[in-house]
């Protein structure tokens, strides 16, 4: 019998009917999710799952709607019907042609066949063709109790690390970062004159010989050479007076040195300007004559002779070479020619990053700028994470960010190692356990685990025995032990009735809210211990748990409440309404109790807050409480609804709280980092991590300073500095979330860096300032505020943007710039400036417009609210303004409001929950909740 060999190939005209759409994929779930948006009868779909040739992988599944009207995504690929079961790509036909009366004789009656290019042609049987049940269909139970299973012991079966059989040393493995830079050419002197240089110029090496051939002559004739007159008896004690030899001979030497220098400074420039017209022209052979603007003259030692030719080195990116060592020989550049080498370097650098040359980049950094933040990060993106976390670790000091580095390269025994020196054990746990070595892994957790509980961190310690060692009732033990007297008392009895009911323990939790009852009476903590039963009334899973807390709470309540004091009385009350969510009246009546109450019991006379008589508003205090430990609070800010506070007593110290006053401190976090305490922090971020930048100190690492719960996992904040940074004199957030910092105490070392969420650098520019704006006037921290397209800096008492490389002063004020605010992404362009001596509204671009205001206030915290209120507060006054930004009154600011405080000098002026409600938090420790009234 003859035999046909067919194959598809594209139409030679037109196409067949779409009768199937075939699905790219190897998961069915993305099958599912294709045809869940297809507006078909998916009951009546027929689908074929598409194998790779000779390969058991799936590549995708076609599939056969009952009608032609479902609309497919742009992924599917249509595919079109031969004879009753043959399918392929609607453009495609049978090589050689075969009449359509005949394709049914190719092909069995019972199968379908789908020809996909590249895959060949499958044949699916009645039992392979699915519908879209099958596909989430349940499989049958197998009798097997899972839930029952114990972990067996588990043998490593990966690759935990490739070693070299001969280590080789960080100079070894960097040798590669020339690349080609400078393969030609040793001696600048055979390059081209710069346009500018004149052909008549001495030559820098005989200028240079020369200075240090005066240089010796003048030591050796400081001994030969006397004065006319010098001579005298040995017996005579007057002193000889100089004579005219000695000024001709002294005079002489000076003015040749001075005309030597003069000739060698020249030599120098002309040698600069060749390098600088060789950067532009050929960056490689231009880098290999670089002269280094990075400052560290101290890492050489002594002084080499001076010259005047820029000598080749090695462009190579080398560790070794950082280590100094060698005499230097140091030029003193003009400033306008540090500032081009320092703009060109950074271009360059900008320049190899883009083109992947990452270790080329990184050498332009370090060895030339001294950037070593910018090198790290750049190493880093080019995946050299080995010298990246050299230079974290050993030029930067930054240990954590070495053991994220190295974790991020997958070299996990180096990571082990560095986590282990940072005693960060649960993270060692965790890498021992992805490298599959277990039991190193569980020493690691219960060292972890232990460090918690000697700080009495009972969540963190009960989490790990929970989640990492899978001991549930050592957790519940640990998270037990912390009440009534642990530091976290009150969320250790939250997270310890979440656990129980997770572990279906509704027995065991009923026994512990009867001894928490208990506690109550013996403690006399009512009103904490009722509230707690409330919480379990509203999260727990279990509904007999739920009505027995409520049921315990209820006889807490009742019977305290009538021999409460006031104060106890309110929370009580507040606590009852929880349990009856459904009681309109309730709140009612506890009111009438409280106003009847106070007839018998008058309450102390509270202290009213003297409001300054205004026609369109007042101020009013909500709410006051204290955070503790005294004036030590340097910064502030909210995230979520809670108001986190950073200051420094001893170390850094931690507080959260809301706006109830209910206050929770951490004083732990960077025990291994004492700052002075007048080191001034700021503290940046709408969620976690919060972004903390100690000014002038050097960069934080990331620690959790304040642990969620399985109640609540997003009350876990962390805070730090930032990868990318260094030691930060000003900073602000940008409005998509990038973090903008000044870096450099000085004019020509200040730099203007941005860095993104994940710690990359994104661009960094030197800062140089406008004309007749001095550096030397500005605050400490800098004043800085970012918007989507500009960034502005307060400088003494001027105003200056920075928009691309352009910089410009937008306004000048008769008093010193102490501070900047602005609103939120999608606010009003207006800026407050807070001046030494009042405030101002700067209203920038076309129409702009300057109003002062607050005249009367001192250095105040300013915030422009969500509302369209300015608000300023010093250390005796707070004074409210609605801005006007409607075209027609835009540039009005009216006062609505003012009051007198006496909490002390505040440190952040904060939004509230409501658009007319603002946060003054003091730095001793005095959080006031304020609404504006109009």
């Known amino acids: 019998m003859p035999q046909i060999e067919l194959a598809i190939r594209p139409r030679a005209a037109g196409r067949l009917d779409t009768a199937a759409w075939f699905i790219p994929g190897a998961s069915p779930q993305q099958w599912i999710e294709e045809i869940a948006s297809w507006r078909t009868d998916q009951r009546s779909l027929r689908i074929i799952a598409i194998r790779e040739q000779d390969s058991l992988l799936l590549a995708g599944a076609l599939a056969i709607p009952s009608d032609s009207d479902c609309r497919p995504s742009g992924r599917c690929v249509a595919y079109g019907r031969l004879g009753e079961n043959l399918y392929l790509p609607t453009d495609a036909e049978l090589r ?16 379908l066949y789908v020809w996909t290019p590249g895959r060949g042609l499958t044949a699916a049987g009645p039992l392979e063709v699915f519908s879209l049940g099958a596909l989430v269909r349940p499989p049958a139970p197998t009798g097997d109790a899972w839930e029952s299973a114990v972990p067996g012991v588990g043998f490593p079966s990966m690759i935990v690390a490739i070693l070299p059989h001969q280590t080789p040393t960080a100079d070894g493995l960097l040798d590669d970062a020339r690349d080609g830079i400078g393969d030609h050419g040793d001696d600048l002197a055979r390059l081209p004159k710069s346009p500018d240089e004149s052909l008549l110029g001495a030559s820098g090496a005989a200028i240079g010989a020369a200075l240090s051939a005066a240089a010796k002559a003048l030591r050796g004739m400081t001994g030969l050479v006397r004065p006319a007159g010098s001579e005298r008896h040995s017996g005579d004690q007057t002193p000889a007076r100089s004579g005219a030899g000695s000024r001709g001979t002294g005079g002489a030497l000076d003015r040749w040195l001075t005309q030597l220098r003069k000739s060698l400074q020249a030599a120098r420039n002309k040698e600069v300007a060749r390098l600088l017209g060789l950067l532009e022209n050929d960056p490689d052979q231009g880098l290999k004559y670089a002269l280094p603007i990075d400052g560290s003259g101290g890492a050489h030692r002594g002084r080499s002779l001076p010259g005047a030719r820029l000598g080749m080195h090695n462009t190579d990116f080398s560790l070794g070479r950082m280590r100094g060592g060698g005499a230097a020989d140091v030029w003193d550049l003009p400033f306008d020619y540090q500032q081009q080498l320092i703009a060109k370097y950074r271009e360059l650098a900008a320049r190899e990053a883009r083109l992947g040359r990452y270790r080329r980049a990184a050498y332009i950094y370090a060895e030339l700028l001294g950037d070593y933040n910018a090198a790290a990060s750049t190493l880093e993106q080019g995946r050299c994470f080995r010298e990246a976390a050299v230079l974290y670790r050993d030029r930067l000091k930054n240990d954590q960010a070495a053991a994220e580095c190295l974790e991020r390269g997958e070299l996990w025994a180096e990571a082990i190692d560095a986590y282990r020196a940072l005693e960060q054990h649960e993270k060692v746990g965790d890498l021992f356990r992805h490298i599959q070595q277990n039991d190193a892994a569980s020493d690691a957790y219960h060292a972890a685990a232990d460090a918690h509980l000697l700080l009495d961190q009972r969540l963190e310690a009960a989490r790990i025995y929970d989640e990492k060692l899978r001991e549930p009732d050592r957790a519940i033990a640990t998270l037990d032990g912390g009440w009534p007297a642990g530091l976290q008392a009150k969320t250790c009895v939250q997270a310890a009735l979440a656990l129980r ?14 001894e928490l009852a208990r506690c109550a009476r013996q403690l006399a903590r009512h009103a904490e211990v009722a509230g707690l039963l409330a919480d379990v009334f509203e999260r727990y899973a279990d509904r007999g748990v739920r009505g027995y807390a409520a049921e315990v709470s209820s006889q807490i309540i009742a019977n305290r409440l009538r021999l409460a004091p006031l104060a106890e009385v309110d929370s009580l009350l507040a606590t009852l309404a929880r349990l009856v969510p459904g009681d309109p009246l309730l709140p009612r009546d506890g009111r009438q109790y409280v106003q009847n109450r106070k007839q018998y019991r008058p309450a102390p006379l509270a202290r009213q807050a003297i409001v ?10 909500v709410h006051q409480f204290e955070l503790g430990l005294g004036d030590v609070w340097k910064a502030a800010a909210v995230i979520g609804d809670s108001i986190f506070v950073a200051g420094i007593d001893h170390g850094l110290v931690f507080a959260r709280c809301d706006g109830r006053g209910n206050v929770e401190r951490r004083t732990d976090a960077w025990l291994e980092r004492p700052l002075p305490m007048d080191t001034e922090l700021v503290m940046l971020g709408e969620k976690s991590p919060i972004h903390l930048l100690p000014i002038g100190a050097g960069p934080l690492p990331m620690k959790e300073v304040f642990a969620g719960c399985d109640a609540a996992p997003s009350d876990c904040v962390w805070a730090g500095t930032p990868k990318g940074h260094g030691v930060v004199w000003g900073a602000a957030v940008g409005s998509l979330g990038q973090i903008w910092s000044i870096e450099g105490r000085n004019e020509p070392d200040a730099v203007l860096v941005c860095v993104n969420g994940e710690g990359a650098v994104v661009a960094t520019r030197s ?19 970012a918007t989507s397209l500009r960034v502005f800096v307060g400088v003494g008492n001027s105003l200056i943007y920075l928009q691309g490389d352009e910089a410009r002063t937008l306004e000048r004020f008769e008093r010193r710039i102490v501070g900047l605010a602005g609103g939120g992404p ?7 400036v807070s001046l030494d001596a009042g405030a101002a509204v700067v209203r920038p671009g076309f129409g702009g417009s300057v109003v002062l205001c607050a005249e009367s206030l001192r250095s105040p915290k300013l915030l422009i609210s969500q509302g369209g209120f300015l608000v300023a507060a010093d250390d005796q ?22 009051t007198v405080h006496d909490a002390g000098r505040p440190i952040a002026v904060l939004p509230g929950r409501q658009t007319d409600e603002f946060v003054v938090v003091t730095g001793a420790g005095s959080v006031s909740v304020y609404r504006l009234l109009i």
């Open 96 to 111: 050689p042609a075969v009449p359509l009366a005949d394709v049914a004789g190719l092909f069995a009656e019972d199968y």
């Open 501 to 514: 009911g997770r572990l279906g323990r509704h027995d065991s939790a009923r026994e512990r809210i009867t």
């Open 612 to 621: 300054t008589p205004t026609t369109a508003g007042r101020i009013e205090r």
């Open 767 to 785: 800062l140089r300032l406008p004309s007749g704006v001095d550096w030397q006037d500005v605050s400490i921290p800098v004043p800085i505020h």
């Open 826 to 832: 999608y606010a009003s362009p207006n800026i407050a």
């Open 877 to 898: 006054r707070i004074e409210a303004y609605q801005l006007n930004n409607r075209a027609k009154g835009a540039g009005r600011v009216a006062l609505r409001g003012a």
